[in-house]
């Protein structure tokens, strides 16, 4: 059975880089099979997609048009996990963040904890 | 950028057939899936590829999609099945979109 297990800090200033990690056990980061995703959920902004990584004998990243010019999705196969960097936030980046896991036919059937992020002074 | 397109609200009375539709100009092409989020809860895969189940998800939860529009039916709701439920696609550029979510009241 998968299991994400997301860490990183709940605040975050305006203007600086939002970085959150989740630690992957029951798969690997660099499976054939899998694609490794984060989402953010605010009251303003619904549950919102912003990107994923994977690996198909090379790596690969797909964003979202929202954040493309801000967003990193990294995977660290020493460590088994992946991680998100959103850079120059603004409070509307404030939001739950969660990671998850695509599977075979199963997109995003396997979530994180999810991580309240605030942006604020 | 794409949407899809969720009613706001559905109520049911218990035992009775809740349908909420989820429409998209590109969902004759892509398939939809389904999610139910519990409040304070991560949301939990319950319908893909239109109208299959994962493995424990009950029978009660059904899914269909016709033109540009999918449904996900829950089938004699139960109090416990009180959640928001979105939709998800992906767009002919390959866009990944939730719908914009419906509240399910069960009472």
């Known amino acids: 059975q998968v299991q994400l297990q997301q860490s990183g800090p709940g605040l975050v200033k305006p203007s600086q880089s939002l970085s959150l990690t989740c630690a992957i056990s029951?798969?690997?980061?660099?499976?054939?099979?899998?694609?490794w995703n984060w989402i953010r959920q605010s009251p303003s902004r619904g549950l919102e997609w912003l990107g994923r990584t994977y690996y198909r004998s090379k790596w690969y990243n797909d964003y979202a048009l929202s954040v493309k010019s801000r967003i990193t999705i990294n995977p660290d196969t020493s460590k088994n996990q992946f991680s998100l960097q959103l850079n120059s936030v603004t409070p509307e980046d404030t939001a739950v963040y969660y990671c998850?896991?695509?599977?075979?036919?199963?997109?995003?059937?396997?979530w994180g904890q999810g991580t309240l992020v605030t942006v604020s002074s | 950028s794409y949407e899809l397109t969720q009613p706001p609200s559905v109520s049911v009375s218990p035992g009775q057939t809740a349908r909420i539709t989820c429409s998209g100009d590109?969902?004759?092409?892509?398939?939809a899936y389904w999610y139910q989020q519990k409040s304070g809860q991560a949301p939990v895969l319950v319908i893909y590829e239109d109208s299959k189940r994962p493995s424990g998800i009950p029978e009660r939860f059904s899914g269909s999609s016709s033109g540009t529009m999918a449904t996900l039916i829950i089938s004699g709701a139960q109090v416990e099945d009180e959640a928001d439920f979105y939709c998800y696609s992906t767009d002919t550029s390959g866009n990944h979109v939730f719908g914009t979510g419906t509240k399910v009241t069960v009472l």
């Open positions: 029951g798969d690997s980061v660099s499976s054939n099979n899998a694609a």
């Open positions: 998850a896991r695509d599977s075979g036919s199963y997109p995003l059937g396997d």
């Open positions: 590109a969902l004759p092409k892509k398939y």
